[in-house]
């Protein structure tokens, strides 16, 4: 039951997963693409020999003495001579000679002594054109030619063909992975089109991180006017490269870029070579600068970078060359070979630029970074606000109340939110949102749809109880986040919720705070135990929190007099009990009784301010088990407490 959700950790890559074992999911896959290729062709290999060969099932094959005694007998119709073959229908089924097969069509073929097309000639022959005319055969000549054609192809054609099939599938294969369809060979295969996507986004739909927006500006003026730039011979940038956590809109500005200077976007997401058959991410790279050259002035947009442009000494690396290196490498050789005059630049994104390889972030490269940061509060408003747009809103509607709480949303997950909000104001046959809406849409992205599960009645007045206790803490300290809402209806991992969400964006937090929100924290944990007697369970994520804020108070932003203002090293704040110690065994004794010392100082605090309090935690009680949950507006209203006044200094 936290507290206060934390914001998406911005150190989560999406790819992650894809990314840890690259090679083999794909060798399998193609393995099998292979296999499948070879028997198809195989098949209509043998169909093709056997429908153009005369050697299908119903033409046998005779000697020459039989063909002719069948003339004597009149039982032949007519015959095909082609060289020194024959073929031929007869009047009743003849058999072949191993016995078996019976059949009308036969063939045979002529011994040069007896060849039909000569035998008037040289007299040399057995005479048989004489003998056919004798039984009124119907004789048609072919040119043996064409005999010869056929025999070359018959012969050929299937290996021709399985050759043909082998190179084309070759291709295809490639390819695909390329996102080109079966059509696609031989031709660029960047996700683009001849034309380039002209995206109609601008920095209008681009809203909450302008000092992003204000540094690309200067991009699209040079596209818009390249000679103005480069009249007096100064260089443009020709790698802007776009740093920020996943959702902050990266790729949005990437095109809103492409959209204000009208110019074609070409992408490719870096991601995508991380599976691919080895070469097909240089060549990419390769078609993709060439088609945008041949656009420009224009956009190439690689997103993702960090999947394939990661430092290479910080990996391990069994082969020499693999698919990221040499996509890597494609893509510095074609940055290196094109002048900026050109008209084209290349954005790209990543969430980690730590992780890049130096030789991206090169003068002539990437030399320039623009930082997307998450937004503050009015900029999550303005996103908010582009949007709405298209939604009906109700006129009780507050999106600057929103976006006060909504703390660590990024663009992606405000978008979401309208969405969320949208649905379901729909499902509940609303004619349009209204600010109830939003709030419950928010619960449900902040911490999870609901869970129906049973619970009995004591079980939620534990829940009611732990919630409140932390709810009423968060209102009677001064200093700490308002409270916006509680909750026991069980969502996600948790069985209920207190929402705190700033007044404003903090960047600089006082010792107060701190204090404020380790009070509050441990307020789930000491109302059960004024209530109950005993704790439960479900307190542990709680003191996940509070440990965490006590040791970076004393191990790294020296509140504690004992320890004195000394920084032991970062511990990333994730986990602080794993991390490198950096001092000796009697500073880190010291630094446990201090970090004990401000929670029991903390814990005391907030059982003494409960107990003074009980009605107050009550009647809190009493609401929620009948309402589930309780907004900011209801919650001070149930407890008759006014806001706390945020102290000056307290934000910045
Ligand atoms: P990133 O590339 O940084 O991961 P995206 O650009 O893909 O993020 O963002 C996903 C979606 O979230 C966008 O298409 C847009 O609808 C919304 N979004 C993100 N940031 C913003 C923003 N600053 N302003 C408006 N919408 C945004
Ligand atoms: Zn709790
Ligand atoms: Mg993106």
């Known amino acids: 039951m936290p507290a206060t959700p934390q914001p998406p950790n911005p150190n989560l890559r999406t790819d992650q997963n894809r990314q840890q074992n690259p090679q083999q999911p794909n060798r399998l896959g193609f393995g099998w693409g292979w296999l499948i290729a070879f028997g198809v062709l195989l098949v209509v290999n043998i169909i093709i020999t056997n429908v153009l060969s005369s050697n299908n099932g119903s033409t046998i094959t005779i000697p020459y003495t039989e063909f002719k005694q069948q003339v004597t007998t009149g039982n032949v119709e007519s015959i095909t001579v082609t060289g020194d073959q024959i073929q031929g229908t007869t009047r009743v089924e003849i058999t072949a000679p191993g016995g078996g097969t019976r059949s009308k069509q036969f063939q045979t073929v002529v011994p040069s002594f007896a060849n039909p097309t000569t035998a008037g000639q040289n007299g040399a022959g057995d005479n048989l054109e004489a003998l056919l005319e004798q039984y009124k055969v119907q004789v048609t000549a072919q040119e043996p030619s064409s005999n010869t054609l056929l025999t070359i192809l018959l012969s050929f ?45 601008t920095f209008a739909d681009v809203a909450g991180i302008d000092d992003a927006k204000e540094e690309l500006t200067e991009v699209v003026d040079f596209l818009r006017e390249p000679q103005k730039y480069t009249r007096l011979g100064g260089t443009v940038p020709k790698g802007v490269l776009l740093v920020g956590a996943p959702g902050t809109g990266k790729t949005l500005l990437a095109r809103a870029v ?21 070469g097909i991410g240089a060549a990419r790279v390769r078609d993709l600068f060439k088609q945008a050259r041949s656009l420009a002035p224009s956009i190439v947009f690689i997103d993702e970078l960090d999947a394939v442009g990661r430092s290479r000494a910080s990996q391990v690396r069994i082969g020499g060359h693999d698919e990221q290196e040499q996509t890597l490498n494609q893509i510095l ?22 992780v890049l390889d130096e030789a991206l972030l090169r003068p002539g490269r990437f030399d320039r970074r623009v930082y997307v940061s998450a937004p503050d509060r009015a900029g999550r408003a303005a996103i908010l606000r582009v949007h709405v747009r298209g939604v009906k809103l109700d006129t009780d509607v507050d999106l600057d109340a929103i976006a006060q709480q909504t703390t660590g949303l990024v663009g992606a997950d405000l978008r979401n939110l309208v969405n969320e909000a949208a649905l379901l104001a729909a499902s509940r046959n609303h004619e349009s949102v209204s600010q109830a809406d939003f709030g419950d849409a928010l619960e449900k992205v902040q911490l999870g749809t609901e869970r129906h599960i049973a619970q009995s009645a004591d079980d939620r007045e534990r829940i009611a109880y732990h919630e409140a206790g932390h709810a009423l803490l968060g209102l009677l300290i001064p200093g700490s986040d308002p409270v916006r809402r509680v909750s026991i209806v069980p ?17 600089n937090y006082p010792e107060d705070y701190l204090r404020a929100r380790i009070t509050s924290a441990l307020g789930g944990r000491a109302a059960e135990q004024i209530v109950y007697g005993v704790v439960t369970t479900g307190a542990e994520s709680d003191l996940q929190q509070v440990t965490s804020i006590a040791y970076q108070m004393v191990t790294r932003f020296g509140m504690s007099d004992k320890v004195g203002p000394i920084n032991f090293g970062d511990t990333d704040g994730q986990n602080p009990l794993s991390a490198q110690r950096t001092y000796s065994d009697a500073t880190a004794q010291l630094v446990d009784s201090e970090v004990r010392r401000i929670i029991d100082e903390c814990i005391e605090n907030g059982k003494r301010l409960l107990t003074e309090h009980r009605g107050q935690l009550d009647d809190l009680v009493a609401a929620l088990l009948v309402e589930d949950t309780l907004d900011q507006a209801r919650i001070l209203e149930v407890t008759g407490l006014a806001v706390q006044p945020t102290r000056p200094g307290v934000t910045v």
């Open 491 to 507: 969502r996600g991992k948790s069985l209920g919720a207190t929402i705190q969400a700033p007044v404003d964006d903090r960047s």
């Open 157 to 201: 054609g299937p290996t021709i063909l399985l050759i043909g099939g082998f190179v084309l599938l070759s291709r295809y294969a490639a390819r695909a992975s390329g996102g080109a369809g079966i059509l696609g060979f031989g031709k660029s295969t960047a996700r683009v089109i001849s034309e380039g996507d002209r995206p109609s986004t």
């Open 258 to 278: 492409a959209g204000e200077a009208k110019v074609p976007f070409l992408s490719i997401s870096a991601s995508e070579f991380v599976e691919a058959i080895v």
């Open 333 to 354: 050789t074609e940055m290196d070979g094109f002048d900026s005059r050109e008209g084209v630049i290349v954005i790209a994104a990543t969430n980690r630029a730590d």
